[in-house]
């Protein structure tokens, strides 16, 4: 087991640190980057990974005399008249400190604390990015746990909430402990006890499912260090009997009257038991927990244990055995691992935010028992549930249902926070520890539920879908750097085969000169060296034949024109999807794949972007084809629209915008937006829509409700905007001022998959577009 874990300086397992990106060196694991594209990561634009922003204005003298002196007096003195409004003025509510001294960072082992700080910043994105919580990382030089705690416990009037982060063993325990007792602020160590409510939750399960009684249950946990030790106690807590859970570490079993490599926190869980190793306590077990190391469990014992075992093999990277290697000795086994190329993924992500996110809203003064064990059950029953419909996506359709292969839901479960961090809050409350209950439970989930951030969500969705089928991408500008560079990152993160346009010399010179190693799974086609030109030329020709094109002339655009030659491609089946625009303007290449690829049939082609400010997605269109749209294009781009919002996991709630709201000011502009109701109105569609209005009406709830006629249900998510030119000018206008993201434009509605990049993309935005495009946005 690592050496972290028996109390040394030493490496430690870590779950919530299993997303895509983190720490490339680990067996059995392709990485999905280079170092030094991590490092380009970290250090592009502002270094690190995260900004203070402010969240009132401050542009002019009255903001900021009411933001610093002298307005600032006012609420100085009503905290110091009553502590409590602190939460009312200040951002400590929705605060988190992230504190770590560096002396057990992820697998790598006592790097020191400034060494830390990069992951200290991820855990805080995380934070954000899950939970919408605040989150400063700090980190503490020094191993002595007593100084750590002094240094520490000082800092409660800044924050809602401590997060300890990789501490090793036995400090953690001391320096958790210590701190829970000095500070009236939730504190904890998501080592510890994140790893123990995802597992707890899983395990619930697991006994639903093998028909299992918790009271006698027989438990086996391989590992006595921090994890390990969180897991017993959680379990205990739960109903496991102490003498039906079998402590096990480097030397055996952990059993009264043993004085080896003990200490306070190992005698605690000491069982009466004649087992000395590991090997004699898996007989006849029904379950096994492994916060150990690679292949600590062998076949054999495994092959020793209950009917309908369960093995949670929780060990990162490599885990104490392998699914494939159970599955080898018996077919009655339900496994989970801390890997997300397995199912039942123990992932520390599923917990800590949404556990903090419901102690914060109740100003919780500590995080209990009851707690976590409300965070395990919530979890555990969620995963009971129906799937919606953007879990399903991720599962390319098939929608996983309760069972072996899924007892823990997927961190990208839109549920997860209204219902994990509602069960804690109510935990607080039951438990006497929250400062301000709640109202109403169903009013704070609605309330969570609209706070939630969708949009990485959605790319997640969009990238597990192609993962899961992976398609042959055209990169039609293989030639540039950027694009190389984009193909490489395709394949490696598994998404499928990337092709490359262009001249095999010029390409493998390139990628030498730049250190991009073109791997396998990257294909090379030459346009005038192709076998398929004389089937690309037929085609285009029969295409284009009536419009001016001889067949020359199509057989020049084949062997000289890579978007032609690209589109042919898609347009024949030789690959799935296209991405271009690196090297020409928008409307240029889209005139180009125009001229290969044709609309879908009863469909409309337009563009949409996505654009994403402050924890809300708005797609607009249409941003790409139509400038100055008729009343009946209007209709049909709100379709096209609804659809892709559908396809992207959301409910459509589509406002066709004017500068006019409901006929005020009259507008001979604004009728066609009228009319386009209309027509919508006749053709009966299946989403909610309406217009024309403001887009203050359509995004601002409170000033919709002055149009209580209105028929949208809640704030716009699709806005048809009444010109192609006040969609692109806002859009881009949105995406420099800055505080949004734009991913666009989409091109949607065409009879194959084709995206194209606006020029001078970056490699991973460009990645972002293929992706799409193999998703089927566009086709």
Sequence with gaps: MPAGCEGQPGPKDKREKTMPGEFDKRPHTRPTFTDQEALDFHARGKPGKLEIVPTKPMATQRDLSLAYSPGV?????????????????????????VISNGTAILGLGNLGALASKPVMEGKSVLFKRFADIDSIDLEVDTEDADAFINAVRYLGPSFGGINLEDIKAPECFIIEQRLKELMDIPVFHDDQHGTAIIAAAGLLNALEITGR??????????????????????????????????????????????????????SAHAVPSKSRSLADAMKGADAFFGLSQKGA??????????????????????????????????????????????PNQVNNVLGFPYLFRGALDVQASAITMEMKIAAAEALAQLAREDVPDEVAAAYAGSRPRFGRDYIIPVPFDPRLMARISSAVAVAAMETGVARKPLKSRQDYERALSARRDPVAGVLARVFEQ??????????????????????????????GTAILVGREDRIQQTAAANGIDLKEGIEIHNARLSTRNAAYTQFLYEKLQRNGYLQRDC?????????????????????DAMVTGVTRNYSAALSEIRRVVSDKPGHRAIGVSLVIARGRTVMVADTAIHEMPTAEELADIAVEAAGAARRLGSIPRVALLAFSTFGNPESERSERVREAVQILDRRRVDFEYDGEMGADVALNPEIMAAYPFCRLSGPANVLVMPAFHSAAIATKMLQELGGSTVIGPLIIGLDRAVQIAPINVRDSDLVNMATLAAFGIGG
Aim: with cysteine.
């Design 555 to 575: 057989q020049r655009l084949i062997n000289n024109d890579r978007n032609t030659f690209a589109a042919s491609m898609v347009a024949l089946g030789d690959a």
């Design 73 to 97: 007096a006012v609420p100085v003195k009503a905290i110091a008249a009553d502590p409590a409004t602190a939460y009312d003025y200040t951002a400590r509510g929705n605060m988190v400190a």
């Design 213 to 266: 009684d918790i009271h006698s249950t027989r438990l086996v946990v391989n590992g006595a260090g921090a994890a390990g030790i969180a897991c017993v106690e959680l379990l205990k807590a739960m109903g496991f009997k102490p003498e039906n859970v079998m402590l096990c570490d480097t030397k055996g079993v952990i059993y009264q009257g043993r004085t080896e490599g003990m200490n306070q926190w190992k």
């Design 297 to 342: 469990l062998t076949k054999e014992m495994v092959a020793s244990m209950a009917d309908n075992p369960i093995i949670f093999a929780m060990a990162n990277p490599d885990p104490e055995i392998l699914p494939e290697e159970v599955a080898a000795i018996r077919q009655d086994a339900i496994m989970a691992t801390g890997r997300s190329d397995y």
């Design 466 to 495: 192609v993962r899961r089928r992976p398609k042959r991408v055209v990169f039609a500008e293989g030639e540039e750097e950027a694009v190389m560079r984009a193909a490489v990152s395709f394949v490696t993160q598994d998404l």
